[in-house]
């Protein structure tokens, strides 16, 4: 099946912004009080949904919007140094030559996501929707669809974590998962995605179900 618009979200999908959380976030933590971790444990927690993760780490609840807002502004703070995984260039060109509209949802702000994806590829986007949202990706899903007057049987939402998964659900789009960003592709699999891409290239305006 063919779809008229691919929604993304940015951190881990677009944008290879584990690697920038991997080498920062122990001194987020220590600014914030929490323990630090070592590579092993970074990737062992590529496994978990974000609940289990904020248990693993002993966050309290009430300093994640403090720590998700510090992360944000250090990621604008060094936003040179984050790059966009190999293949996003060409892919998006080829979703724009294809006919398909494109769209960015995500917790991080649009000036970073803007400042990542350069000026070229910024402007083959007809829709950011960032920041973060007590309502949660699904009602970003639902807003964009609205705003670009395309329903939810021909979107495609893709992302790198198991709540992309269900927040394409909850819209009633299709649910794209990417097996290089933070969820193992394992993890994404278990939960039933529309399709894993494991290739960039695999993504294009006449993406099937199961590309090979």
Not at 23 to 28: G, K, L, M, S, V
Request: hydrophobic letters at 45%; glycine letters at 8%; aromatic letters at 8%.
């Amino acid at each position: 099946m063919a779809y008229r618009l691919f929604i993304f979200d940015f951190d881990g999908t677009l944008s290879d912004s584990l690697a920038w959380f991997s080498r920062n976030y122990n001194a987020i933590a220590v600014h914030h009080g929490l323990r630090t971790v070592d590579e092993q444990e970074l990737q062992m927690l590529r496994g978990r949904s974000n609940t289990e993760i904020i248990r693993q780490l002993n966050v309290p609840m009430w300093k994640v919007p403090a720590l998700a807002a510090d992360m944000r502004a250090r990621m604008a703070a060094d936003v040179a140094n984050i790059r966009l995984f190999d293949g996003v260039d060409e892919m998006l060109e080829r979703l724009h030559a294809g006919g398909a509209r494109i769209a960015i949802v995500t917790s991080n702000s649009e000036a970073n996501v803007r400042a990542i994806l350069g000026e070229g590829n910024a402007r083959l986007v007809d829709h950011f929707d960032c920041g973060a949202s007590m309502f949660g990706k699904a009602r970003k899903l639902k807003r964009t669809m609205q705003q670009l007057r395309i329903g939810p049987r021909e979107t495609m939402f893709i992302g790198d974590e198991v709540r992309d998964i269900e927040a394409a659900r909850s819209a009633g789009t299709a649910a794209g998962a990417v097996a290089w960003g933070y969820a193992t592709p394992e993890v994404l699999t278990a939960h039933r995605p529309t399709v894993l891409f494991e290739r960039m290239e695999q993504i294009g305006p006449t993406t099937p179900a199961n590309p090979s």
